[in-house]
């Protein structure tokens, strides 16, 4: 990182610290013990309120048994947290409201990540990562076998980047939708219960977000007001959040408004390994002259990649809350955000394949096993011209992704033993690609070209010849025009539930209460329209080409590391724009892209018992939830299957193409049992059994196929995929050895029944570019990836230390270890093996601070074409320090990144082993806010 940068970082930041900035300090009703003691286990009034901890609601009410000491602070919301940890039967994590607004983060995955056996990663597809975490994943699996609930409900999410849309479409929640200020609560159950809705196969994260009649006073108004400065782009954006709740003096109806807006810059930059690597033939001129090269691997294409995006997240949520009678509670809540993810990518590629077979030129090389780690190629003068470089430019204006959600709920106490709640309620998400405006040029024809490979730890050297820093060696005719538009995927589902407990007076068999309850949901995720564009008119003329341009930063190379081309030049988003709008053929007809049109339609209903027990030094749980599911699937392909309801239908650029559908139902009884016992006080032992389901990946039921014409590979979907079921077992001891103070060990195991892996089948399709270099349709053999169920297990050790220091330090440390294997010792998606994170923070009256690192190592992050590939291991250093000016007004500093870590991403491969995919450096952000609250 250059001086300059850090020198304006300080500028920036010491001018915020004269203007001013704030996070609002969360005053509810709902009570933690004091800092000074531990609070004790909940003691219902009635057996009716005993049970805790597992849907949204009863959390609430076990908070509110807690005490009257409104939660305010770090070692306050600390406590709390165990509190609720302590006294629940089932195996949770707890971070309260409090304790999100002083930690390093932004979102509610940042927040998640100091806990033990939690994973957090940025991307959902092969996006690359980021600086903002996104995904949220448990005990060393996929984020997909992870439920995310907000108030006890599914809701509906959506994806910005494209390939995320169409290509690879999970079951996780974009937790880049989720602002921390508008939680509660989060608690994240472990172990699971039969009430729990079912979809979390490795555990569930439920959001809890805030009551009007929660709040401490009757008028409560809150705001922040700040800003937010990215290193790597050099600028500062906006931050505000603001809140205000009234109830009225019975407490009997409130109302709360919640907003947000927040901007920021974004910029990223990296090195791809785009297209993995090919095969030298022995036929090919270069192994002719050079025996000694033939069936020797070479790298694809190497690229400087710059990626911009300016970040608009805005939203809110309302929330009415009455009590009509002294029994009966009414809540209705609305909550939106809307993510606006404009993005510009550039690719500045080495194009190995057009000259590496030929050989001409070739002064020297190196060979590392069976891969071509460096060569050089000196500039030629032929009869023909070879492009050594392909450019690719993308820009993305409409890019956006919302979650939305609207419920009703009740709770009606119908007598001292029974008590109903229901829920009835909608949730939407979308993800948008409004256009995709795009530059694909040849150029640096027989230049020359060089490249030295650094192995997996750091990007490679590179150079190629003629002038990079403008388009002067453009060849259009080794070019395109692609990228798919008026893409609008929605994720929608309508959903009811009724639930009933009712509270024994005594029994002879220590039974306490039993829950019962019924759920219907209607849920589709799908896509209905893509234009994939492609050139039309006189579109390789270079006096149609724009005729002004602009550089990467003069810092690119040095923030990433790599001695490469520079300067590099670049087309501005509206000359792309305005050359598509005159080149790009967006016929709706005959450039419709099938292959990315699906629909995934499930109709679930479910059932649950649960008896819940408690004795002298004892508690726990048993039940069973019965789930019955009905799928209904369409997707489209390019051969007749016995699926096909409709095909062939022609028209398309893309081919003639069937519609399919296939409808399955299944069903499945799920028990689960919790035990907590008391040895001591302090001393805590838990045992959990359970069995879980995870329902498949939508693309894995219905996805795209995404082909490479240039190696005939590709990935697909199979809409016969069971769903997952985990039979899981928990062993924990926790030990509350002081105010604030944990030691606590857990073992867990899971035995995976129908994971979904991928396996390789060749299948016909229509090669896009032989066909338009031919003039006409060629097909040829892909390779296609294509999920498949298998089994597998995952097992491991949680450690957990959270220890104070005197009355105003404290430290926390965790650790968990996992092993995860599916058939054949293929990995399992997630898994790192060790994470741990560190974290340490002091608060008094005035002043407190909060310094975190996170680290998990390597993981497997799925198919690339026909490799697996990784992200290596990677750790995040965290500051947050604030200052209370008076009773009102408060400052807040955050730095995020404070390591500047690079993403490191490699791929696997049987044939030539270990090597690089992608490198990614994402900067350093810098937040400061001023609160105000009232």
Partial sequence: ???????????????????????????????????????????????????????????????????????????????????????????????????????????????????????????????????????????????????????????????????????????????????????????????????????????????????????????????????????????????????????????????????????????????????????????????????????????????????????????????????????????????????????????????????????????????????????????????????????????????????????????????????????????????????????????????????????????????????????????????????????????????????????????????????????????????????????????????NYPTTWSSYPSSFNSDLGVNGPAPLWYYSEGALAAFNAQFANRDPVTRFNWQNIYRVNEKDTAAYMQANFAGDRWSGNFGVRYVYTKEDITYNSGSQSSYSIAGPITGSAFGPYYINNYNNSYDRFLPSANLRFNLTDDLLARFAASQTMTRPDYSALAGSYSLDDLTHTGSGGNPQLKPLVSTNFDLSMEWYFAPRGLVSAGVYNMALSNYVNFGNESLLFKDQQASNTAGHDVFSTYLVSVPTNVNGNVKGVELNYIQPIGENWGVQTNYTYAQGHADNDKPLQGTSKNTYNLSAFFENADWNARISYTYRSSFFDGVSRTDTYYQAGIGNLAFSAGYNINSWMSVHFDAMNLNNPTLKYYTLSPIYGKQPDAFYVNGRQYYLTLNFKM
Avoid at 113 to 132: H, K, M, Q, T
Wanted: hydrophobic content about 35%; some cysteine; aromatic content about 8%.
């Fill in 1 to 543: 990182m250059s001086n300059r940068k850090t020198l304006l970082a300080a500028s920036i930041i010491a001018g915020l610290c004269l203007s001013g900035s704030v996070y609002a300090d969360n005053a509810p009703a709902t009570a933690s013990a004091p800092a000074t003691t531990p609070a004790p286990a909940a003691q219902p009034a009635t057996a009716a309120d005993s049970q805790d901890n597992t849907q949204s609601q009863a959390d609430r009410a076990k908070a509110k048994q807690l005490g009257t000491v409104t939660v305010v602070g770090i070692r306050d919301s600390e406590a709390e947290s165990l509190n609720l940890k302590k006294s629940a039967d089932n195996i949770v994590e707890v971070i309260t409201a409090e304790d999100i607004g002083k930690l390093p983060a932004k979102n509610v995955a940042d927040t998640l990540a100091r806990l033990p056996g939690v994973n957090i990663s940025s991307s959902s597809a092969s996006e690359g990562g980021f600086d903002e975490n996104d995904r949220v994943s448990l005990r060393g699996t996929n984020p997909s076998m992870t439920q995310t609930l907000v108030n006890g409900h599914t809701v509906g999410t959506g994806d910005w980047f494209v390939l995320s849309q169409v290509q690879t479409v999970g079951r996780s929640v974009s937790y880049s939708l989720l602002p921390s200020e508008v939680v509660d609560q989060v608690v994240v159950h472990k172990s699971s219960e039969a009430k729990q809705q079912e979809g979390g196969s490795a555990g569930t994260v439920d959001i809890i977000t805030r009551k009007p009649l929660e709040f401490a006073n009757p008028i409560t108004a809150q705001a922040s007001i700040g800003a937010v400065y990215s290193d790597l782009p050099g600028d500062t954006k906006p931050q505000f959040n603001g809140l205000f709740n009234w109830k009225n003096s019975d407490n009997t109806f409130g109302a709360m408004l919640q907003g947000f807006y927040e901007e920021r810059s974004l910029q990223r930059n990296g090195q791809e390994f785009v297209g993995g690597f090919n095969q030298i033939q022995a036929t090919d001129p270069v192994a002719k002259a050079h025996p000694d090269l033939a069936g020797v691997y070479y790298p694809n294409l190497i690229g400087q990649t710059l990626f911009t995006q300016t970040r608009k997240r805005e939203g809110g949520m309302i929330d009415l809350e009455w009590k009509p009678l002294d029994n009966l509670t009414l809540n209705l809540d609305s909550f939106y955000s809307n993510l606006k993810a404009d993005n510009f990518n550039r690719n500045y590629m080495l194009w190995s394949s057009q000259f590496v077979p030929g050989g001409v030129g070739l002064q020297s090389y190196t060979v590392g096993g069976n891969v071509l780690k460096s060569a050089t190629f000196a500039p030629v003068t032929a009869s023909t011209t070879t492009p050594y470089g392909v450019y690719d430019q993308i820009s993305r204006p409409g890019a956006s992704s919302s979650s939305a959600y609207t419920t009703l709920d009740a709770e009606w106490r119908a007598n001292d033993h029974l008590t109903f709640t229901g829920m009835i309620g909608t949730t939407k998400g979308k993800g948008n690609s409004d256009n995709q405006n795009v530059s694909e040029l040849g150029f640096a024809g027989n230049a020359g070209a060089s490249w030295d490979m650094n192995g997996t730890g750091r990007p490679s050297n590179w150079s190629i010849g003629g002038d990079n820093a403008s388009p002067s060696g453009i060849i259009p005719s080794a070019g395109w025009i692609f990228g798919d538009q008026d893409i609008h995927v929605v994720d929608k589902e309508n959903f009811y539930q009724a639930d009933g407990e009712y509270a024994f007076d005594s029994s002879p068999i220590f039974l306490n209460t039993l829950d019962f309850g019924l759920r219907y949901s209607d849920h589709t995720r799908e896509n209905k329209t893509d234009i994939g564009q492609g050139p039309t008119g006189d579109w390789t003329n270079p006096a």
